[in-house]
Every structure is written in structure tokens, then in C-alpha cells.
């Protein structure tokens, strides 16, 4: 039932912008189909001195498969200048980014859109927003914050990562963050094998014949020993949802969350900044691709 909704979904995106691509105004753009409203929002601004030329838009359901699906649903109606723009998540680890053609689908230059921010040089300003109104963040260098947030998620995401490897179905929409995270300062600590035991009876599709919480400890030990990049590893989100904590636990500025953060991430970063990454290359190819 849900792939027969999701393929609605999908032609529906093409049959609502189907006269673009035969409008003399619009046929000779460039179309970025993006994951979801905030990125259309973040490559817009990118953008903004290509915005003759370009289009972004989204899915109306958001995500990674919608937008490989929709942009190979408009490539089989013979229009070519359109292109989806994904997060890796751990497909450059695991070599499935191979699969997808490179030079319609483009990627992340790491696990997804915030951590590729976050390996640019932007996280003081956040930090500066974060602690503006903290009289003792003058105690803090803002390096040791995001060293230190990097860190805890860091084992998070390799926990995520065996959990897709080995198809262990632990359910991380049920996971809280907080009770899992302790903060003493700027100082992070994560009890991973608490979340295991936490995660399993909340997972309908583990497998509890096959896995135990001792097995799955295993397995995150041993993927954790391969040291794996960590911009490769880490998930934005959990980025966004650890720096929370310390802003609520420690900079008292209970008015941050997880998404404004994310908003910050992606106001800080600047055309100028983002032209660092392969993916900015990759779509100013794709746009000079397209010139007459």
C-alpha cells in the first residue's frame, strides 16, 4: 500500500511541474530536486546569482528515495536537465554510492547537508548565537564545543551505522537524546549500551532470535575499532540534538532545540563558504551544462 502512495507521490510531483519543462520561460532552466523544504530554502540562497537559470524544488513527500525517484520518473519522460541532490548518509562508506549515475544524482560531500556545513569553517558563529546571552562563555573555546559534540555523536552514528549494515531494524525514532547524554560543562559522555537495551523492546523488527543486547554491543565495538571518518559517520541531526543539550544544561539558553539549530546551520553558511565542497562544483557543472 505505501509503494503504491509513494508512487502517487512521485508522479504527482512530475504532473504538478510537468508544463515547466515545456514552458518557454522555464524549459531552459536547470531543476535541483532537493529532500525537503529547508533545503529548497539553503540552495535558493546558494544560488541566488543563478536564479535565472535554476529551479529547486521538492518532493511533496520529502526525502532521499522520493528524490531519486522523481528525478528518474522525469528523466524517463526524455527532459535531461534535471538533477537530485541527496545526502550521502553512509553510502560513500559502504561504496553504494556507485550505484546512482554521478552525473545526475549529486551528493553530499559527507553524511549529509549539516555535517558538510560543519566541516567548513561556520560553527563560531553558532557558537556566538548560542552563548550570547551566557555571562561565562568566555570559559569556553568554541573548537572544544564541537570537538567535544562530534565526539558522542560520533558513537551514536557508528551504533546507527551497524544497525543499517547488518539490518538490525533498531527503531532510532523512539530514542531521547537526553536520557542517554550526560553534560557536565562543555563535557559530553554517551551510554550507548543503555541505548541498545533501551532501543530492542521499542524495535518491532528486531530480530531477538538472531540478535542480543551483548551481540549488538559486539558489533558496535568492533565497527567503532575501524575508526571510519566521522563526517562520513555523524548525523546532522544528532549534532544539532547533542549542542542542544549543552545549551539547555549549560549555556541556560533554554530557547534553543534541534531544528532552530539547523536554521542557524544553514544561515551561517554563506555561498562563499559553501563553494568549498565538491557538491557546490558538481552543481556548477550541472548548471554549465545546460548554457547555449
Not at 553504494?96 to 561556520?122: A, K, Q, W
Amino acid at each position: 500500500m505505501s509503494s503504491l502512495r509513494d508512487a502517487v507521490v512521485t508522479q504527482s510531483w512530475f504532473d504538478s511541474n510537468f508544463l515547466l519543462f515545456k514552458h518557454e520561460k522555464s524549459s531552459d532552466k536547470v531543476f535541483f530536486l532537493v529532500e525537503g523544504i529547508s533545503d529548497v530554502a539553503f540552495f535558493k540562497k546558494i544560488l541566488k546569482r543563478q536564479g535565472d537559470r535554476v529551479y529547486i524544488s521538492s518532493p511533496e513527500k520529502t526525502g532521499k528515495r522520493e528524490v531519486i525517484d522523481a528525478v528518474k520518473s522525469v528523466k524517463d519522460n526524455n527532459y535531461n536537465n534535471i538533477y537530485g541532490i541527496c545526502d550521502s548518509d553512509f553510502e560513500k562508506i559502504t561504496g553504494s554510492i556507485s550505484d546512482y549515475e554521478p552525473s545526475v544524482f549529486l551528493f553530499t560531500d559527507f553524511h549529509d547537508l549539516e555535517i558538510t556545513m560543519l566541516s567548513l569553517d561556520i560553527f563560531y558563529g553558532v557558537f556566538l548565537e548560542c552563548t550570547k546571552n551566557y555571562s561565562e562563555a568566555h570559559k569556553f573555546k568554541h573548537e572544544e564545543v564541537l570537538h567535544n559534540v562530534f565526539d558522542v555523536v560520533y558513537q551514536l552514528g557508528v551504533l546507527k551505522f551497524i544497525n543499517m549494515r547488518d539490518s538490525l531494524k533498531l527503531n532510532f525514532k523512539a530514542l531521547r537524546h537526553g536520557s542517554f547524554i550526560e553534560i557536565n560543562g562543555i563535557n559530553c559522555e554517551i551510554n550507548i549500551k543503555d541505548i541498545i537495551i533501551d532501543l530492542i523492546p521499542k524495535s518491532n523488527k528486531f530480530d531477538n532470535s538472531m540478535y542480543s543486547v551483548e551481540s549488538v554491543y559486539h558489533l558496535y565495538n568492533e565497527a567503532l575499532s575501524n575508526n571510519i571518518d566521522k563526517l562520513h559517520i555523524c548525523n546532522g541531526h544528532d549534532f544539532c540534538e547533542v549542542l542542544a543539550l549543552v545549551n539547555h544544561r549549560t549555556f541556560q539558553n533554554q530557547n534553543i532545540n534541534s531544528e532552530k539549530l539547523e536554521t542557524m546551520l544553514r544561515l551561517s553558511c554563506s555561498e562563499h563558504e559553501f563553494m568549498k565542497t565538491e557538491l557546490y562544483s558538481h552543481i556548477k557543472s550541472a548548471i554549465a551544462t545546460h548554457l547555449y
